[in-house]
């Protein structure tokens, strides 16, 4: 599987880098590189390191190809309690892990998790798939969406459909049994974007996920009438949302964009979630971007904060704080450099160098921080 | 928005620089990452009008 994978990565970037030279004699190539290195770092210690990297480029007036690759590096922190005490539960980091004997607890468990997606594009059409690799988790998922403008442009309609496929294959874990699973997406969604005057844009849109399978953590174990019991989750969850944004552009070249969100699902979890953000222009080749993000939820049928009776709540039981009643908060600044005009460089021309900011925390005392910072250039 | 298409408004394309100003993008990539992220701290999903599968945090 592995072989294969790096066949697919390497006939892709291959294309990516020798097209153009084919391309080049008949119409003027665009290509764009993008990179960014992402690190989230919550309250209990776990660190995710993230890189993205991006490379797009037309293979002729109609076709364009983009290729996607993350790297996530996930360091979640040693127990400092013995497995299966109740100091040990994994009660509010999501960030499960295995324990394979009984020294591992007390190092920091490390997962690599590798993602590609390759997407070609014709005129409104768009086809993508997408890969994604760790040491129990090998997810695919196929994409087709299309987009379409009307009235001058003034409206542009678009849906697309996914499936993924997911195979779960659990390390050995002390704890729990791993048993291999499977899980399968089913996605849809329409989003109409209206233009409504010179300098306002409205954009809404409602998406459906029908997901079958393995939805618990294999490694987390729940405190049940004074017992230690495996997680477990319903396996079949339909989940919709539907979502408005309104982007206004303000004439001391700023913009404010204010966007609302429902979801709901049918294990009973709904949530509401505001936002906005502020961009300004502060001189001609920097931005600064201002957000603040809101989000509650009532929690799904199952959840309760602690289990008193043998069985759960008809034979389910979660760990999971995710389910719970909360809200959460989002803040943060962002500053974008924008290097135009500032050379005769091409290269420059539509480059762009971004660093953010932002701190996340919610009512159950879970904090973290995440930095972020990238750079776009096109060519 | 379809009743609003609708109702006839239309904005030329050579009324549209300030639409197309980077400070009045959407942010599509990185709306992806952030979902990626809030989907493993969160019980919702959705929003930025796609899918995905997999993911390291859990």
Not at chain 1, 149 to 155: A, S, T
Not at chain 1, 288 to 311: H, K, L, N
Request: hydrophobic residues 35%; aromatic residues 12%; charged residues 20%.
């Amino acid at each position: 599987m592995h072989i294969r994978k790096e066949l697919v990565v390497a006939a892709l970037a291959s294309t990516w880098m020798l097209w153009p030279a084919v391309a080049d004699a008949q119409f003027g190539v665009e290509r764009n590189l993008g990179y960014t290195f992402h690190l989230f770092s919550d309250v209990d210690g776990v660190d995710v390191y993230s890189h993205h990297a991006s490379a797009g480029v037309d293979m002729s007036r109609n076709v364009s190809l983009l290729l996607r690759w993350t790297h996530d590096t996930v360091v979640i922190p040693a127990l400092d309690a013995p497995p299966g005490s109740q100091d040990a539960v994994d009660a509010i980091t999501t960030a499960s892990r295995p324990i394979s004997n009984a020294g591992d607890p007390y190092e920091d468990f490390v997962k690599v998790r590798d993602e590609v997606q390759g997407t070609l594009s014709f005129k409104g059409a768009r086809a993508s798939y997408y890969v994604s690799t760790e040491s129990d988790w090998f997810a695919q998922m196929v994409t087709v969406a299309y987009n379409h403008g009307f009235m001058q442009d003034n409206l542009t309609l678009s849906g697309g459909v996914s499936y993924g496929w997911d195979d779960i294959t659990p390390v050995v874990d002390i704890r729990t049994s791993n048993v291999p699973d499977y899980q399968t997406t089913r996605h849809a969604n329409f989003v109409a974007t209206q233009v409504l005057t010179p300098i306002t844009v409205l954009r809404a849109g409602v998406e459906y996920n029908q997901i079958e399978g393995l939805q618990h953590d294999p490694y987390r174990n729940v405190y049940v009438d004074g017992g230690n019991v495996s997680e477990s989750h319903p396996r079949d969850r339909d989940r919709y949302d539907v979502f408005v944004r309104l982007s206004q552009y303000l004439y001391n070249r700023s913009s404010i964009k204010v966007d609302y969100r429902y979801y709901g699902d049918d294990w009973g979890i709904s949530s509401h979630t505001i936002g906005g953000k502020l961009h300004q222009y502060v001189t001609d080749n920097v931005v600064v971007r201002y957000r603040y993000r809101y989000y509650s939820q009532v929690p799904a049928f199952f959840w309760r904060d602690e289990y008193e009776f043998a069985g759960g709540v008809d034979g389910l039981q979660t760990g999971d704080y995710r389910l719970g009643d909360y809200g959460a908060h989002l803040f943060g600044g962002q500053v974008m450099w924008l290097p135009q005009g500032l050379a005769d460089i091409s290269v420059l021309e539509r480059a762009n160098l971004v660093f953010s900011y932002e701190h996340y925390f919610n009512s159950n005392n879970f904090s973290a921080n995440v930095f972020e910072t990238g750079l776009q250039v096109s060519f | 928005v379809l009743l609003v298409g609708a109702l006839g408004c239309s904005v030329k394309p050579y009324q549209r620089e300030h639409l197309a100003d980077s400070i009045m993008m959407a942010e599509a990539e990185a709306e992806m990452r952030e979902q990626k992220w809030l989907e493993a701290r969160e019980g919702s999903t959705g929003g930025a009008g796609g899918a995905g599968g997999g993911c390291a945090c859990r």
